[in-house]
């Protein structure tokens, strides 16, 4: 069965970058039936997706937050990894790694999710 | 959020329920729209796909339809273990995102 988890530092400083890991466990992440995404949700708020990476390392980040993201994907241990430069207080999120069933057009596996907060 | 939802529902256990979606020709009316739910405590889980569709292990009481802009999600003969936020989701070709509803929280009373 997939699982997904993710794994990082639970306090970023402002102005720095938030780095976070996924790891897959139970499956492939080289199908091409699937992307991997991160979301977001602000404690008490609504989810917001950050982007999707494609098992070749392709990134469709969003919009809005396209000039500070990076994502990665290291299929030899499958994990997939975000990068959020320039954090800010609005950054501080329970942060979401998810598996996007590219069929589906649906994220249909998601990890438990990550606290991290960006303060000094 | 460009989908609007309202911020609450409320129904006694067995009756139907019924949670709006607004969005626009740019996403809800020329793509798929998916609800996720998300219980308390706990991250989001896929309830419907593809406007109707459900995985493999959700109940048949949770259906999704659409209707030009909005879409619809029904939770027939509400159980107490429904009590959850409830999220719409689509792909926006304007704004080249993948859009999030504002989420509805659902109260069994």
């Known amino acids: 069965q997939l699982q997904l988890q993710e794994s990082g530092p639970g306090l970023v400083k402002p102005s720095e970058t938030l780095s976070l890991t996924c790891t897959v466990s139970?499956?492939?992440?080289?199908?091409?039936?699937?992307?991997w995404g991160w979301i977001r949700q602000p404690p008490g708020m609504g989810l917001e997706w950050i982007g999707s990476v494609s098992h070749s390392g392709k990134s469709y980040p969003s919009p809005s937050l396209r000039s500070r993201v990076t994502m990665s994907v290291d299929a030899s241990k499958t994990q997939f990894s975000l990068r959020l430069s320039s954090v800010t207080a609005a950054d501080t999120s329970i942060y979401y790694c998810?598996?996007?069933?590219?069929?589906?057009?649906?994220?249909?596996?998601w990890g438990q999710g990550t606290l991290v907060t960006v303060s000094s | 959020s460009v989908l609007t939802q309202p911020p609450s529902a409320s129904g006694t256990p067995g009756q139907r329920v019924t949670i709006s979606c607004s969005g626009s020709s740019s996403n809800v009316g020329s793509n798929t729209v998916t609800w996720y739910q998300q219980l308390p405590g706990t991250a989001p889980k896929l309830l419907i796909y593809s406007y109707n569709q459900r995985p493999a292990g959700v109940p048949d009481r949770f259906s999704g339809s659409k209707s030009g802009t909005s879409a619809s999600l029904a939770i027939s003969g509400l159980q107490s273990e429904d009590e959850a936020d409830y999220y719409c989701a689509s792909w926006d070709v304007s704004l080249n995102d993948y859009v999030i509803g504002t989420g509805t929280q659902v109260t069994v009373l």
């Open positions: 998810a598996r996007r069933n590219l069929n589906w057009k649906a994220f249909d596996i």
């Open positions: 139970g499956d492939s992440i080289s199908s091409s039936n699937y992307f």
